[in-house]
């Protein structure tokens, strides 16, 4: 038997948008645990301020509160946050925020839940990663190669590393933690005075 214990546990996925998509990779290792996945999809591109808020962030809330009566009393919520929400990335546009606001609600949902339930509340804030969504940012190739330059390994994130971890908040095996945020990164906010960096930033002033 697995470490993780998931095998005939349903697990309800969000945000399936393709085969690249991190919730995509979170299926494919449920499934592999032996668990029931089932899907909810959102298929009409939102782009306004307010609409993509409550569909990335406050949606969680709305969702929460209408499972409540059917969870399990040990059963966990994942949420997929950003590394780096007090970052400024001129290309993200208000997508930080957003985030920020879904780490948040995510947090006060664990202490709320926490008076009369045992559910549990997390999100995995990731790095940069290569996903259909990020494709359409403006410059995020650029950012993504940067933000590869500053992992400690020299590679960025996959997918499946991302989803890995989701599935082990998912799991009774992470039922210590609650009302957290696991920054998976490999290393890349640790980094930012590698000499390698640092000597490829400097080159245009050593030119001067």
Not at 108 to 125: E, H, I, M, Q, Y
Not at 150 to 167: D, G, I, M, S, W
């Amino acid at each position: 038997m697995s470490i993780l214990a998931l095998e005939g546990k349903r697990f309800l996925v969000m945000g399936v948008a393709n085969r690249k998509s991190v919730a995509w990779a979170i299926t494919q290792s449920l499934e592999a645990e032996g668990a029931e996945v089932i899907h909810s999809v959102r298929s009409k591109a939102r782009k306004d301020f307010l609409q993509a808020t409550a569909i990335s962030a406050f949606s969680l809330v709305e969702v929460a509160g209408a499972f409540k009566p059917h969870l399990n009393n040990e059963a966990s919520v994942v949420s997929i946050g950003i590394s780096s929400t007090d970052v400024t990335a001129e290309n993200y546009g208000y997508m930080a925020p957003i985030k920020a606001a879904l780490e948040t609600s995510s947090y006060n949902l664990a202490k709320s839940f926490g008076a009369d339930t045992r559910v549990r509340f997390n999100t995995v804030n990731a790095g940069p990663l290569k996903t259909s969504a990020s494709a359409g940012i403006p410059g995020y190739l650029e950012s993504y190669l940067y933000a590869e330059k500053l992992t400690f390994r020299k590679q960025n994130l996959t997918t499946q590393e991302v989803a890995n971890t989701a599935v082990f908040l998912l799991s009774p095996a992470s039922s210590g933690i609650n009302g957290q945020g696991l920054v998976v990164n490999a290393g890349m906010d640790r980094n930012y005075f590698d000499n390698e960096v640092v000597s490829l930033a400097m080159r245009p002033e050593q030119k001067k």
